[in-house]
């Protein structure tokens, strides 16, 4: 069995909801999506998503003609070929959208789906409900929280940083919510490096005051593992970061320097191989990781095989237009299938409907980084976000 290509499908779309955080407080509804297909000489294909620039260049010189089995040695092979420019920026996204290609089509290769291909012993992961929720009014983020919790889900995440009276009021409603699903709630805040380190043991310790945050996300840069210890040390929630860097190299400082308490794996840190590579590490530390959200929750194949995870994210706002998927969410777990490999399909009926018809609006995603982030804390004018 041989790689012949690869055949990359770009489309738009919009979400039932806008999402947002203290970056993009009125949050976007628009975002750029890209199914990725890897060929072969058998009519068998892999997989994936996204991609960018890149991947035409690393399956010409690394994978084309290459047996698609050997996902491992295929993964440092290409991880070498970008060493010069580095495993970051559309080299990563390359080599991540590629990875999972890879270990789609080796999953469906073997009859399985990708979670027992992994090694996992079931097919069921914890989740978390997480509304990236700035955009909402208080009505609309307690109906998203209740949504969830009848679903099971008893633990979630509010994106917090721009106004403390209004985090304490949204952190409220939060709780109340979760709570209907009869658990006793599991409250985390997210401020997405918008606070400095000083700034984030000020606030946590008047949040701590009102209540029981279970882990306070990206309170520092994602790098500086002085600032966050510094955070770890003073507050009495864990701290939880990592989603944005890019390698087992990254993360390591964090950890060596007791920087990280939960460490956020995602497809971001070099696709199912270098996402479970940092799980492995963490785990040598006796460190919890907690997985990020991703479009029809595929990651949760990986998270099921982690002996160290926690639960994954489950932002629900509304990604797949054109995909079929194989998997639920019942009593607070996400439970994967058994269809082969990732268990999605791509609907080609609803994709060309999608490329022939995009949403008239541009997407703003990524949220840029907002002004005044780490320095000072802003403010928010009057009308800028609806809960104001």
Same mark, same amino acid.
């Given at each position: 069995?041989?790689?012949?290509?690869?055949?990359?499908?770009?489309?738009?779309?919009?979400?039932?909801?806008?999402?947002?955080?203290?970056?993009?407080?009125?949050?976007?509804?628009?975002?750029?999506?890209?199914?990725?297909?890897?060929?072969?000489?058998? /009519? =068998?294909?892999?997989?994936?998503? /996204?991609?960018?620039?890149?991947?035409?260049?690393?399956?010409?010189?690394?994978?084309?003609?290459?047996?698609?089995?050997?996902?491992?040695?295929?993964?440092?092979?290409?991880?070498?070929?970008?060493?010069?420019? /580095?495993?970051?920026?559309?080299?990563?996204?390359?080599?991540?959208?590629?990875?999972?290609?890879?270990? +789609?089509?080796?999953?469906?290769?073997?009859?399985?789906?990708?979670?027992?291909?992994?090694?996992?012993?079931?097919?069921?992961?914890?989740?978390?409900?997480?509304?990236?929720?700035?955009?909402?009014? +208080?009505?609309?983020?307690?109906?998203?929280?209740?949504?969830?919790?009848?679903?099971?889900?008893?633990?979630?995440?509010?994106?917090?940083?721009?106004?403390?009276?209004? +985090?304490?009021?949204?952190?409220?409603?939060?709780?109340?919510?979760?709570?209907?699903?009869?658990?006793?709630?599991?409250?985390?805040?997210?401020?997405?490096?918008?606070?400095?380190?000083?700034?984030?043991?000020?606030?946590?310790?008047?949040?701590?005051?009102? #209540?029981?945050?279970?882990?306070?996300?990206?309170?520092?840069?994602?790098?500086?593992?002085?600032?966050?210890?510094?955070?770890?040390?003073?507050?009495?929630?864990?701290?939880?970061?990592?989603?944005?860097?890019?390698?087992?190299?990254?993360?390591?400082?964090? &950890?060596?320097?007791?920087?990280?308490? &939960?460490?956020?794996?995602?497809?971001?840190?070099? /696709?199912?191989?270098?996402?479970?590579? =940092?799980?492995?590490?963490?785990?040598?530390?006796?460190?919890?990781?907690?997985?990020?959200?991703?479009?029809?929750?595929?990651?949760?194949?990986?998270?099921?095989?982690?002996?160290?995870?926690?639960?994954?994210?489950?932002?629900?706002?509304?990604?797949?237009?054109?995909?079929?998927?194989?998997?639920?969410?019942?009593?607070?777990?996400?439970?994967?299938?058994?269809?082969?490999?990732?268990? &999605?399909? =791509?609907?080609?009926?609803?994709?060309?409907?999608?490329?022939?018809?995009?949403?008239?609006?541009?997407?703003?995603?990524?949220?840029?980084?907002?002004?005044?982030?780490?320095? #000072?804390?802003?403010?928010?004018?009057?009308?800028? =976000?609806?809960?104001?």
């Amino acid at each position: 069995m041989k790689i012949t290509g690869f055949r990359a499908q770009p489309y738009q779309i919009k979400l039932h909801r806008p999402i947002g955080d203290a970056n993009c407080p009125e949050g976007g509804q628009f975002m750029p999506g890209q199914a990725l297909f890897l060929d072969t000489d058998q /009519g =068998v294909s892999g997989i994936s998503f /996204g991609g960018g620039a890149l991947v035409s260049q690393i399956v010409e010189h690394v994978l084309l003609g290459e047996d698609p089995r050997g996902v491992r040695g295929l993964w440092n092979r290409m991880v070498d070929y970008v060493f010069k420019g /580095g495993n970051r920026g559309e080299a990563a996204a390359a080599v991540s959208a590629l990875d999972i290609a890879l270990w +789609d089509l080796k999953a469906r290769l073997n009859g399985e789906p990708l979670w027992k291909t992994l090694g996992a012993s079931s097919p069921k992961v914890r989740a978390y409900a997480s509304g990236i929720d700035s955009p909402l009014s +208080d009505d609309q983020l307690d109906a998203f929280y209740r949504g969830m919790a009848a679903r099971g889900v008893s633990a979630g995440k509010l994106k917090c940083g721009l106004d403390l009276e209004a +985090d304490l009021r949204r952190i409220g409603i939060m709780r109340d919510a979760l709570a209907s699903s009869g658990q006793r709630p599991e409250l985390c805040i997210d401020v997405n490096e918008y606070w400095s380190p000083k700034q984030t043991v000020r606030f946590m310790h008047e949040i701590e005051k009102h #209540y029981d945050i279970t882990w306070i996300e990206e309170p520092a840069r994602r790098w500086d593992y002085e600032g966050l210890s510094q955070v770890s040390r003073q507050i009495k929630a864990a701290v939880a970061t990592a989603e944005n860097l890019k390698s087992i190299g990254e993360v390591y400082p964090l &950890i060596h320097n007791q920087a990280v308490d &939960i460490i956020n794996v995602s497809t971001a840190t070099s /696709g199912f191989t270098g996402c479970r590579q =940092v799980a492995h590490l963490a785990y040598a530390y006796e460190l919890p990781v907690s997985m990020m959200n991703c479009q029809a929750n595929y990651m949760a194949h990986l998270a099921a095989a982690l002996p160290n995870h926690l639960s994954m994210e489950v932002v629900d706002p509304g990604r797949e237009h054109c995909l079929d998927f194989d998997n639920h969410i019942e009593e607070g777990f996400i439970v994967l299938g058994d269809k082969p490999g990732l268990g &999605i399909e =791509v609907n080609e009926q609803k994709l060309r409907a999608l490329q022939e018809n995009p949403p008239a609006r541009k997407s703003n995603f990524p949220f840029a980084r907002r002004e005044g982030a780490g320095a #000072y804390v802003k403010g928010v004018e009057e009308g800028e =976000v609806p809960w104001k």
